[in-house]
């Protein structure tokens, strides 16, 4: 294993699989469900990141998706039939090869720092929201509906944010709010 800072700054790390391949669970509530990378400078990070990693960036349209080709043969192996699944939800082509999303941290807001950020898929972003604020996390913005999922964006009692997730593939043609776009330290609207 190693830790790394890209260009801008955005630690990440990296590790080796050797036996053990990485998530087991993944897109199940409470799992890991997407990771996603804010920066200021997208071309650079478009550079770096597919030097590195082989990634591919897709323009979807709402912004930068990272595609691994062999990510797609993966999950179909992984879950037979996950691509006409997807193509019959009318996810956009490709999405199935998808590991990252990459946004653009707007102009104004020079105190955020270029970060990766991480999304746990729930069952029910709105329990889950109320149920973080009893432990004592806080609601840095609370849920709301975006294309393909409801979501909200939770600090721990340490003050670590995360984006809780659920897919809700009715969502598919929403936009994002206003208000939800502007107070969201991680843009995360896409379907997994």
């Known amino acids: 294993m190693a830790m790394f800072a890209d260009r801008e700054g955005a630690a990440f790390s990296v590790w080796e699989a050797d036996g053990h391949r990485g998530a087991a669970v993944v897109n199940e509530h409470a799992s890991l469900n997407f990771n996603d990378l804010n920066v200021r400078d997208i071309d650079d990070a478009r550079r770096f990141y597919g030097a590195v990693f082989g990634w591919e960036t897709l323009d979807l349209g709402e912004g930068f998706m990272w595609a691994l080709p062999s990510y797609g043969d993966f999950l179909e192996r992984r879950t037979p039939g996950i691509r006409d699944n997807m193509k019959a939800m009318g996810a956009p082509e490709r999405f199935e090869e998808v590991v990252a999303s990459l946004s653009h941290i707007p102009d104004d807001q020079p105190d955020s720092p270029p970060h990766w950020g991480v999304t746990f898929a729930v069952d029910d972003a709105d329990a889950v929201a109320v149920r973080a604020e009893q432990l004592g996390g806080r609601v840095v913005v609370a849920p709301f509906d975006a294309p393909w999922v409801r979501m909200t964006v939770i600090a721990d009692p ?14 598919k043609s929403l936009g994002q709010t206003d208000e ?8 995360t609207s896409r379907p997994r």
């Open 158 to 171: 340490q003050g670590a944010t995360f984006t809780a997730s659920k897919f809700v593939p009715d969502n």
């Open 180 to 187: 939800a776009a502007a107070t969201c330290p991680t843009r």
